[in-house]
């Protein structure tokens, strides 16, 4: 049902913003994890394919560290994503083919500027899931996801991080950005991407 809503308003508008939407196991399972910090190993986050940290630190500050299935919620997660995935090639034929998705903790203060998360060097990034892991997030706490909805750069919807929110969106039509906040802001960041495999190359499932 839940997936179904999703479909239908990524094919009227490309977008779509679920509030309370993660099931309350997963969500449960990744907050467990969260808690346990040793388990997650953040690393400073880079920008596209280059690796110039000096550069990237004027676009994001934000940490990261990227999710595979040899954990519990790790694989709880990714069997979710893997649900959502079929849902949305059934009703909506896009061809996702793989996903990849990493947590990001944001620190008081970081932030990550105005992009779009399909690479130019055409990474087949066609979609992109953000989920939200902070309780009790307040108006006032900032760290707000601004998603531009045209070409206009006053056009945007403002998604509040909160536990359980989730939002898709289309990887190359909309530009969004991260504003700092005043406590510490919790994410997962994944993107859905297409086979590009041709005679010459082909393209492995990551
Ligand atoms: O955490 C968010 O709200 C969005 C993060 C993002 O845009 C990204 O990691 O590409
Ligand atoms: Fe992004």
Redesign the pocket.
């Known amino acids: 049902m839940l997936f179904r809503q999703m479909a239908a308003d990524l094919r009227d508008q490309g977008y779509t913003v679920c509030p309370n939407a993660l099931p309350e196991t997963l969500v449960n399972s990744l907050m467990a994890h969260l808690a346990d910090l040793n388990t997650v190993r953040f690393q400073r986050a880079g920008v596209g394919r280059q690796e110039d940290h000096t550069l990237n630190k004027r676009v994001r500050t934000?940490a990261i560290s990227w999710i595979c299935d040899d954990f519990p919620a790790g694989s709880d997660w990714l069997s979710w994503t893997g649900e959502l995935q079929r849902a949305l090639n059934e009703q909506l034929l896009l061809g996702l083919f793989s996903f990849e998705s990493h947590f990001?903790h944001?620190r008081p203060g970081d932030f990550?500027r105005r992009?779009v998360?399909a690479f130019r060097g055409g990474a087949n990034r066609r979609l992109?899931l953000?989920v939200?892991l902070n309780p009790d997030w307040q108006l006032a706490e900032g760290g707000e996801?601004l998603l531009y909805t045209s070409a206009s750069p006053d056009e945007m919807f403002r998604?509040l991080?909160c536990l359980g929110t989730v939002?898709l969106f289309l990887s190359e039509e909309f530009p969004?950005e991260?504003l700092p906040a005043t406590r510490d802001r919790y994410?997962i960041?994944g993107w859905f991407r297409v086979n590009s495999s041709t005679a010459e190359r082909v393209d492995p499932p990551t």
């Open positions: 934000d990001a944001y990550y992009h998360d992109s953000v939200y996801l998604i991080p939002v969004h991260v994410s960041a």
